[in-house]
């Protein structure tokens, strides 16, 4: 089994920064891309920023020039710097990691539990 586990989550006043981490543990043989996704109330889960292994990124629009993505693949750790944030950007944040536990098979979704992120006007 494969288990993610995000931290870093809290409260900060608008204007400030947080760094989300998210470290992947269990049966592991390789880890292909890793990325955050984030839920507010009432609203859909929504895509954030993805990291290939290789350090590829990709970023929603709502967060390019804000938030930046990165990764120790030595610690299978992903993390996400969070500044200049914003009310809206209050919600639920998850990671997830394409996992593959067994070189005869293909990669899993692993997702993590949660982290919340509140950004107080």
């Known amino acids: 089994q494969v288990q993610l586990v995000e931290s870093g989550g809290g409260l900060v006043q608008a204007g400030g920064s947080l760094r989300l981490s998210c470290v992947a543990s269990?049966?592991?043989?390789?880890?292909?891309?890793m990325g955050w996704y984030r839920q507010a109330p009432g609203k859909r889960r929504e895509f954030v920023a993805r990291?290939?292994?290789?350090?590829?990124?990709e970023y929603a629009d709502s967060v390019k020039g804000r938030f930046t993505i990165s990764r120790e693949n030595a610690k299978n750790t992903v993390y996400l710097q969070m500044d200049t944030l914003k009310p809206e950007d209050t919600a639920v944040y998850y990671c997830?990691?394409?996992?593959?536990?067994?070189?005869?098979?293909?990669?899993?979704?692993?997702w993590g539990q949660g982290t919340q992120v509140t950004v107080s006007s």
């Open positions: 997830n990691a394409d996992v593959r536990s067994d070189w005869r098979f293909a990669p899993n979704v692993y």
């Open positions: 269990g049966s592991i043989v390789s880890i292909g891309a």
């Open positions: 990291i290939t292994s290789l350090g590829w990124t």
